[in-house]
């Protein structure tokens, strides 16, 4: 970056005073806080975490420094705007997989079939319905780690973990059950992808040579609020 497109020492000088401000704002809407979800201070954390950030970014670009701040900003970019003290939440989860062996995956449902009388195995005996029957005779879970016996292979997945202001009614979700929840209401995601294996095969070893004990392949984990 050149100098002329730095930022000016008085425009850091101006985003550290914003962060103080916010701060002062923040700590006023804590004390006089009518509840644990209080507008105010819901409000003022944003107010805070944008000066944040703001002023990290400033700073950098001037003298290449940063802070100790962290701004939650998951890994799709969207900025978490939900409530600061959930009172509920939903954990909404999405598992991928391609059926590399149809005959081993009807083989099962059959089988599943043939000793309990309600799992009727509809759709014409195909993989359609072999699915119907598995996933009723099953948890999920045990399917994800049981999936190679059903002739599966497994793709992407994720875990989102979504904040809501109050738990809902029973029912009032069914028609639209993941239409609810945008990104924005997101505390916490967890990826796991084949794409990641990818991104650090070059990175698998540390400055020595030595594998590092603390990296878990193909798991990427969004971040937290602070």
């Known amino acids: 970056m050149s100098d002329a497109a730095l930022p000016t020492v008085a425009e850091v000088r101006a985003a550290a005073e914003a962060v103080k401000a916010a701060l002062d704002r923040h700590l006023a809407a804590v004390e006089r806080r009518t509840g644990d979800e209080d507008p105010d201070v819901y409000a003022a954390f944003n107010e805070l975490a944008a000066a944040a950030e703001e002023y990290d970014e400033l700073l950098y670009d001037r003298y290449d420094e940063v802070t100790p701040f962290e701004i939650p900003t998951p890994d799709d970019g969207v900025p978490y705007t939900g409530p600061a003290e959930p009172a509920a939440f939903s954990v909404l989860i999405r598992r991928d997989y391609a059926v590399v062996e149809p005959p081993r995956l009807i083989a099962q449902a059959e089988r599943v079939a043939a000793h309990d ?110």
């Open 117 to 226: 009388r309600d799992a009727d195995l509809l759709h014409d005996g195909g993989t359609a319905g072999a699915l119907g029957v598995l996933f009723g005779e099953y948890e999920p879970d045990e399917i994800a780690s049981r999936y190679k016996e059903f002739g599966l292979e497994e793709g992407d997945s994720t875990l989102w973990i979504a904040a809501s202001e109050e738990a809902p009614e029973p029912g009032e979700w069914l028609n639209s059950p993941f239409g609810h929840t945008g990104p924005e209401d997101v505390l916490h995601r967890f990826d796991v992808s084949a794409v990641f294996d990818e991104e650090t095969d070059g990175f698998d070893e540390d400055e020595d040579g030595e594998e590092g004990e603390d990296e878990v392949e193909g798991a990427r984990p969004g971040l937290t609020p602070a």
